[in-house]
């Protein structure tokens, strides 16, 4: 079955930190741009980071520079999301998805995850 699984969402104050993980079932990420999305209650789904099939080259949204880093181990077909200094607003599901290399983390999506729950909340 090919499919991605994140984990390590959860509760945890304002300002706390958390670190998200991607892992791939059935199939190797090394060809693959990863992106990591987030999306609140009534709120659209929105691009927070993106990481080159490679790790050479990272993106990410302008609501959470210099607070999260995204990386890579292809060795352990694994994408992290570490999360610092983290607001209310981050509040969120988060999905991990899979873009053939190349395209940054823009248009066809090959894999979603199904999503892990961060809330930020004191």
């Known amino acids: 079955q090919l499919q991605l699984v994140e984990s390590g969402g959860g509760l945890v104050q304002p300002g706390g930190s958390l670190r998200l993980s991607c892992a791939a079932s059935?199939?190797?990420?090394?060809?693959?741009?990863i992106g990591w999305f987030r999306q609140a209650p009534g709120k659209e789904r929105e691009g927070v980071s993106c990481v080159s099939s490679s790790g050479g080259s990272t993106a990410y949204a302008d609501s959470v520079k210099g607070r999260f880093t995204i990386s890579r181990d292809n060795a352990k077909n694994t994408v992290y999301l570490q999360m610092n200094s983290l607001k209310p607003e981050d509040t969120a599901v988060y999905y991990c998805?899979?873009?053939?290399?190349?395209?940054?983390?823009?248009?066809?999506?090959?894999?979603w995850g199904q999503g892990t729950q961060v809330t930020v909340s004191s």
């Open positions: 998805a899979a873009f053939t290399y190349g395209r940054s983390c823009r248009g066809e999506v090959d894999y």
């Open positions: 059935g199939f190797t990420l090394d060809y693959y741009d």
